[in-house]
């Protein structure tokens, strides 16, 4: 039987984590411009699974009301509670379970002034390879979607499919935000490998930040992009 306490555990841990990082944040103009021009005065944050932790402090930290998608599976349970606590509001869903709800969610959120964000190659891959249904959500809404990118200056990768990076304690973190693309009517293939391109960039950028040399993912990471 699962232990109820695990999550408020977790948050614990991961809080006392977060809040020893120091955050350097680059094109915030980025995301005011997006705001500008968008019909809801909001915009959907996309970026890699591997830096989903860095929302609560990174992003929701500095004001901004975001709406996590979150996937229905233990392991979203645990992120789930940590992002709450931390202000998020979280939606329950994935391109597997719940995708129709989640996306209605996520719709009304936007509505309500809430910043939609979505690992984009979640909740199980594979990692690094765009995924079109947050762009239909966009391209339907006319939310303009606002890359982000982290890197950290020490960091551990874990051993999950994402290899998700947890930066050590005492950190400093580079946030970046790049400039906001608008799917409209283009063809969302076109638009999954542009966004892709734009991710792995920004990261590149946030990695000049905090001084590391590991710029851009493994060859097999990026091959279907070719």
Known sequence: MRWQGAPLLVDRLAWALTSSWSYHVFGSGHVREACRRSPTGTVMFVLWHRNLLLLSGGVSGRG???AALVSRSGDGALIAVHLERRGVRTVRGSSRRGAAAAA???LTAAQEGFHPAIAIDGPKGPALQTRTGPIEIARITGLPIVP???RATTELRLPTWDRMRVPLPRAHVAIAFGEPLWP???DP???RRDLAVRLH???AEATDHV???DRYPADRHTTWLR
Do not use: F, G, N, Y
């Open 189 to 191: 293939e076109i638009v």
């Open 201 to 203: 960039d920004l990261e």
């Open 184 to 186: 409209s009517e283009r």
């Open 148 to 150: 982000l990118a982290a």
């Open 104 to 106: 209605k969610e996520l």
């Open 64 to 66: 901004m009301r975001l």
């Open 211 to 213: 001084k590391r040399t």
